[in-house]
């Protein structure tokens, strides 16, 4: 199984925040992209529901299993 998102985008993206919330809400994740393609490493995350939010765009729903 792999543990890392990876997003693939243009330099448009770099220095974009992101947050990654779990089912309920809360910060799990916070931080700036800052080199592309970007990983976020995932392996400490329970298994669940969780969401990733770039600047103010519409989160992106993942399912860790």
Same mark, same amino acid.
């Not at 089912?23 to 916070?30: A, D, H, L, R, T």
């Given at each position: 199984?792999?543990?890392?998102? *990876? ?7 770099? $220095?974009?925040?992101?947050? &990654?919330? +779990?089912?309920?809400? !809360?910060?799990?994740? =916070?931080?700036?992209? +800052? $080199?592309?393609?970007?990983? %976020? +490493?995932?392996?400490? &995350? =329970?298994?669940? *529901?969780?969401?990733? !939010?770039?600047? !103010?765009?519409?989160? %992106? =729903?993942?399912?860790? !299993?």
């Amino acid at each position: 199984a792999s543990y890392v998102i *990876t997003l693939f985008g243009s330099v448009k993206m770099l $220095q974009t925040p992101y947050t &990654l919330y +779990n089912s309920i809400g !809360q910060v799990v994740f =916070k931080g700036i992209i +800052n $080199q592309l393609p970007f990983s %976020l +490493n995932v392996v400490s &995350l =329970k298994s669940g *529901t969780y969401w990733l !939010q770039l600047d !103010q765009s519409k989160p %992106l =729903k993942f399912l860790k !299993q």
